[in-house]
């Protein structure tokens, strides 16, 4: 089994600690990543109050085509999600009111 060894270090703590990650621990949270983010704006959309400085963030994390660990783009594919396609159903049925040239809520 694949594992990944990340070396993590806190301001008060200055030792690192070594988590082991496997590769399905890694698949489960690039998982999580996308179903947190859509439920948050999925939801948010009803409610009066919201925090938009965090709905901002998700949609450009969404909306990046960046590749990286951690990336939408890699997230949407470890789940065989099409991210052209699933960025367009977000822009049609889940967000609105976002000013994509600004990158931000008005």
Do not use: H
């Not at 965090?54 to 997230?75: D, G, H, M, Q, Y």
């Amino acid at each position: 089994m694949n594992t990944v060894t990340i070396e993590k270090t806190t301001c008060s703590d200055t030792t690192a600690k070594k988590i082991e990650w496997s590769e399905n621990d890694i698949q489960i949270m690039r998982q999580e990543l996308i179903c947190e983010a859509l439920t948050f704006l999925s939801n948010s959309e009803n409610k009066v109050r919201f925090d938009k400085k965090r709905k901002n963030e998700l949609i450009k994390w969404l909306f990046s085509t960046k590749i990286a660990p951690f990336s939408s783009e890699v997230c949407f594919e470890s789940m065989n999600m099409d991210g052209e396609a699933t960025r367009d159903f977000i822009t049609k049925y889940i967000i609105s009111g976002f000013d994509f040239e600004l990158g931000v809520f008005l």
